[in-house]
């Protein structure tokens, strides 16, 4: 510390140069090694993962838990998820919405090919049954909703109207 009050410190004008003791004070505080930041914030970053040591789960209960704590932190701090949990809500929201799109455009597709209202409409209400084939295996095997899943639910969503085309 000594080392560092010595050291001579002059202006560019050429004046006379001062040691920087004399013109700060220089002290030992603790600081953090790593400084995260997010959107220009500084932030804590807590990693967190599962017990059981499997991958994350729709819906993510257990991050759900962690979002109900922002209430108990300081004012001006924020609880905010990011990384898998996020990522995995994004996908599985745009898979929903995919699902919900396939019935509407095969609906209308077979409105088309059918050139009825009420026909396409008995043909598009099978397809809850399918549906209830998909969860209920789901429930049977332990497994929530995997993206396998949803895609299959797509696929069929677009197979009863092509074995009504035939």
Not at 82 to 106: C, N, P, S
């Amino acid at each position: 510390m000594s080392g560092l009050q010595n050291i001579p410190v002059s202006a560019s004008a050429g004046s006379g140069s001062q040691l920087l003791g004399g013109l700060s004070t220089v002290q030992r505080t603790p600081s953090n090694a790593v400084a995260s930041h997010y959107n220009v914030r500084p932030v804590i970053d807590i990693y967190a993962t599962r017990k059981d040591g499997t991958s994350a789960e729709w819906p993510p209960t257990s991050a759900r838990s962690y979002r109900d704590t922002a209430h108990d932190v300081p004012n001006g701090a924020s609880v905010a998820l990011r990384g898998q949990v996020t990522t995995m809500t994004d996908a599985y929201q745009q898979l929903f919405a995919g699902l919900a799109f396939a019935i509407v455009l095969i609906y209308l597709l077979i409105v088309v090919n059918f050139q009825s209202w009420l026909d396409p409409f008995v043909i598009v209400m099978a397809l809850p049954s399918a549906l209830a084939g998909i969860v209920w295996m789901l429930f049977a095997t332990g497994r929530r909703s995997p993206v396998p899943a949803l895609t299959g639910a797509i696929m069929c969503m677009v197979s009863p109207p092509q074995t009504a085309f035939w």
